[in-house]
């Protein structure tokens, strides 16, 4: 880990991916915190396909994504305007978190306004997963819903939600 962290933080990603090959290799406990840097920066450098193309590499190898491999993808996806599949990610973000984990404001706000109006039933799935994994209270959920079916954005209201995340 600390020596793809390194390779990262001078931008070679070249070199990290083979240090990641070569830590594969050894078919060591799948430990996803170690190609989380890589994930992380295909991500940040838009490269989300890449990021993708190795988690789903990695699940069919057994290993199971953390919160933040979730995280990094909707991220990415949100980057290159994939909001469907920045909200999935952010589905399975929440099923996976530890408590007291809650999703970033941009992230959060992208994926509702994604959801409102049209998408009312997802919307709904999508708030009821929050309260179910204790993200959000009981109250803060009804507001959320609320903004959800409006079809329309109110200030007061987001940013009331904005203030609970």
């Given at each position: ?18 240090v990641l090959e070569e830590w594969e290799s ?83 706000a992208t994926c509702l306004e994604y959801l ?29 819903q609320s903004y959800i079916e409006d079809g ?14």
């Amino acid at each position: 880990m600390a020596m793809i962290s390194s390779l990262l933080k001078f931008d070679d990603i070249d070199a990290a991916e083979k240090v990641l090959e070569e830590w594969e290799s050894q078919r060591l406990s799948y430990d996803f915190r170690v190609p989380n840097f890589l994930i992380d920066a295909y991500c940040r450098k838009g490269l989300t396909e890449k990021a993708e193309a190795l988690v789903n590499k990695i699940l069919t190898k057994g290993g199971n994504p953390l919160v933040d491999t979730w995280f990094y993808l909707a991220n990415g996806y949100l980057e290159d305007s994939q909001i469907p599949k920045a909200v999935e990610a952010l589905k399975k973000a929440v099923l996976v978190c530890p408590p007291n984990w809650k999703p970033s404001k941009n992230t959060l706000a992208t994926c509702l306004e994604y959801l409102e109006g049209n998408r009312v039933v997802e919307g709904g799935e999508f708030i009821r997963l929050l309260q179910t994994e204790g993200i959000f209270s009981v109250g803060v959920c009804k507001r959320l819903q609320s903004y959800i079916e409006d079809g329309k954005p109110q200030p007061n209201r987001l940013g009331e939600i904005e203030g609970d995340v």
